[in-house]
């Protein structure tokens, strides 16, 4: 089992920038993608960016260029650093992992962003 723990949610302006934290703890060595998802409310779930252990990353068309992935593999840890923020940002984000690119089976709790116009 792998658990993952978010950090660094919060308020802030548009224009401004924000950085998540996920670390995982646990069966670490059935992971091979790290990622983030993110829900607004009344909307589903999407991807807003991934990362493998090999640094191959992806992201959704809406935030290339403003949000960037990375991955600490000695400290289990992927970070989503996010630039240039937007009211339509605002959403709980989740952490994902999984044992391979594009499945993702484990998940975090969630953390919230809040960008105010």
């Known amino acids: 089992q792998v658990q993952l723990v978010e950090s660094g949610g919060g308020l802030v302006q548009a224009g401004g920038s924000l950085r998540l934290s996920c670390s995982a703890s646990?069966?670490?060595?059935?992971?091979?993608?790290m990622g983030w998802y993110r829900q607004a409310p009344g909307k589903q779930r999407g991807l807003v960016a991934g990362?493998?252990?090999?640094?191959?990353?992806n992201y959704a068309d809406s935030v290339k260029g403003r949000f960037t992935i990375s991955r600490d593999n000695a400290k289990n840890t992927v970070y989503l650093q996010m630039n240039s923020l937007k009211p339509e940002d605002t959403a709980v984000y989740y952490c994902?992992?999984?044992?391979?690119?594009?499945?993702?089976?484990?998940w975090g709790q969630g953390t919230q962003v809040t960008v105010s116009s």
């Open positions: 646990g069966s670490i060595r059935s992971i091979n993608t």
């Open positions: 994902a992992a999984g044992p391979r690119e594009r499945l993702w089976v484990y």
């Open positions: 990362i493998t252990s090999g640094g191959t990353t």
